[in-house]
């Protein structure tokens, strides 16, 4: 390695003490897409994971690098820093902007500028940056360019400290902040050339977190300033968790004794009170019509029959967040917003308990009732024998035969969204991460899977389908990173969600290559749509142009494009076996699936 100069460049020098002090507080990754406006930014962060200060991760897709920064907070609770260019690299983190902003997700955007002075007179890669993610940043700043000063790296450390204490939502003590809550910061940083020079750091320069500045997103933010609000017990109650509700949601209905009605990515989705056939019984007579009080944790955004119960003017319904400026609130007619609630102490009586185990049951019941799975020989409605006794000798050929059979066409069964969705469930242990797209399968998921406490995630701040896929990695990297590295993570995608993120199958040059797979439910494009009701009337060549939008690529060689792993189940057997055989780095497992 050559000898590096002493650092001459301002901009090297106040960008190295920006994510220097970033590492001190905390940050373990930065993602940079390359510019050239924002090299002194990038070598620095080159230079600290040199010297094993951070992890660097290198995507040329501004948008793919905004939502992998959003997978390893998600997994990390703390932001990453997104280095970016100027012009449209900035542009192009809006959706993971709207993302981290909606679901409050912590996020620091590092966009290299031209100097001021530029803007307005079309000068080349030049755009107006500041105010370009207005409503939607917790702090922005529009920083001078550094002249080499004196005082300037202490600028740059207390920007960093302000930019990371306002993506977290705490303040100056690590306190939680009732309002926005975390969410992206965007620091405009204006660059003068020179815009870079080499720089190498001693042993005694390298920084270093440090545990009492470092605050994460949840475990470590103090709420105990939170207002805590006591529910009495009385009203029929029910216990609602969407998207971020945390396991907050399962604690408050099991010592309530509600039913829990938990979307699958909730944080939520386990316990004895768990409710997974909801949307059914919110509509059934004895049910959802008896509902006196609705306590709502999170974002639910898989169901209508959650909206309609909350807007009904006979149940009262609570609105729980420890942050936000928007809240849950449709049809704007929730009657109370808490930042944190518990329930007044109270033994359940017998008519409260077989209130919660009616749902429970009936839950159960509904979902046995669709299986649709063999359970009798087909001759005289008895169970299925394997035709061996307790020795494990065949004491009944017919019946081991009848039994073979059985086993082979289930076997052979042509793979469904149930059938998909109930395996890769199954095939997933806590260790684990599991991440669904926007699509038809995970709405499919949150009808049918039971209670298990799993570490899912979904993009569901907007539920839109950008950055799947970067998610995903950034879940996988984050978690599979140190001495206690987690198993695999898993993904559960449309065929349209991949393709949209299609680039992010690009790893960079020189990176880990996690245990990552994801999971493409083929069926040719957005069957989503046909659920819409225009799908009845609209001609139908229109509304497959326009909404259904077929494609037929090729997957198999779009991986092998990117260097992932291709594998390819049609049946039950084939994909038990691609569920149950190890992931040593990215693949793709393609499912095709009926219309």
């Known amino acids: ?69 959003i997978g390893l907070a998600v997994e990390t609770g703390r932001p990453a820093v997104v280095v970016t260019t100027s012009g449209t690299a900035v542009a192009n ?10 679901a409050g997700v912590p996020l620091i955007l590092a966009t290299a500028d031209r100097p001021a002075e530029l803007r307005g007179i079309r000068s080349n890669q030049t755009t107006v940056q500041p105010g370009m993610f207005a409503g939607a940043v917790r702090l922005e700043r529009d920083v001078e360019a550094p002249e080499g000063r004196a005082g300037e790296a202490d600028a740059a450390a207390a ?58 997103r949840t475990a ?95 149940v009262e319904a609570i609105a729980v967040a420890p942050w936000g400026i928007e809240w849950f609130n449709p049809g704007h007619a929730v009657d109370r917003f808490e930042r944190a609630v518990a329930v007044e102490p109270h033994e359940p009586t017998v008519e409260e308990r077989a209130w919660t185990g009616r749902w429970v049951r009936a839950s159960r019941m509904l979902l046995d009732a669709a299986d649709g799975r063999p359970e009798t020989d087909g001759a005289d409605g008895e169970p299925i024998r394997s035709g061996v006794d307790e020795t494990g000798h065949v004491s009944d050929f017919a019946a081991q035969r009848r039994y073979l059979r059985d086993q082979l066409a289930r076997i052979r069964q042509p793979v469904d969204r149930r059938m998909l969705v109930e395996s890769l469930w199954a095939a997933t242990w806590p260790h684990d991460r599991l991440v669904f797209g926007a ?5 499919d998921a949150d009808r049918v899977v039971p209670g298990r406490r799993i570490l899912a995630h979904a993009n569901r701040g907007l539920a839109g389908i950008d950055g799947t896929v970067a998610t995903t990695l950034g879940i996988a990297v984050a978690s599979q990173a140190g001495e206690h590295a987690h198993g695999t993570t898993r993904a559960l995608i449309g065929d349209l969600t991949l393709l949209h993120d299609v680039g992010s199958l690009l790893l960079g040059e020189g990176e880990p290559r996690p245990r990552v797979l994801v999971i493409v439910g083929n069926d040719g494009g957005g069957t989503i749509f046909d659920a819409l009701e225009v799908a009845a009337s609209a001609p139908a060549e229109a509304f ?5 939008t077929p494609q037929r690529v090729d997957l198999a060689q779009l991986a092998g494009a990117y260097g992932w792993e291709y594998r390819r189940a049609t049946t039950r057997g084939e994909l038990d076996e691609a569920l149950g055989t190890a992931v040593t780095g990215p693949t793709l497992l393609e499912v095709p699936l009926e219309r």
């Open 1 to 69: 390695m050559r000898d590096a100069p002493a650092v001459a460049s301002a901009a090297t020098a106040s960008a190295l003490a920006l994510l220097s002090e970033f590492v001190r507080l905390g940050v373990t990754d930065v993602v940079v897409a390359p510019g050239s406006r924002s090299q002194a930014l990038a070598l620095a962060a080159a230079e600290l994971e040199r010297v094993g200060a951070l992890r660097l991760h290198v995507r040329i897709d501004e948008r793919g690098a905004g939502f992998l920064a």
């Open 93 to 102: 983190l809006h959706p993971a902007v709207l993302e981290a902003h909606h």
């Open 159 to 216: 920007l960093a400290r302000e930019a990371y204490r306002a993506a977290i939502g705490v303040d100056a003590d690590g306190v939680l902040v009732p309002g926005p809550g975390p969410g992206p910061v965007h620091l405009n940083l204006q660059l003068r050339e020179p815009l870079s020079t080499p720089v190498a750091l001693a042993a005694g320069e390298v920084p270093m977190a440090d545990a009492a500045a470092s605050v994460t």
């Open 220 to 314: 470590d933010a103090d709420r105990t300033g939170l207002h805590v609000a006591r529910l009495a017990q009385g009203p029929r109650t029910v216990v609602v968790a969407g998207a971020g509700a945390g396991p907050e949601a399962e604690e408050l209905a099991r010592a309530g004794g509600w039913p829990l009605l938990a979307e699958v990515t909730s944080g939520a989705h386990f316990g004895p009170n768990l409710v997974v056939a909801y949307r059914e019984l919110l509509t059934e007579p004895g049910f959802g019509d008896e509902v006196e009080r609705a306590i709502v944790f999170g974002h639910p955004t898989l169901s209508r029959e959650v909206p309609a119960l909350v807007q009904r003017r006979d």
């Open 439 to 443: 699509s038809r399968l995970i709405r």
């Open 544 to 548: 497959d142009r326009v909404q259904y």
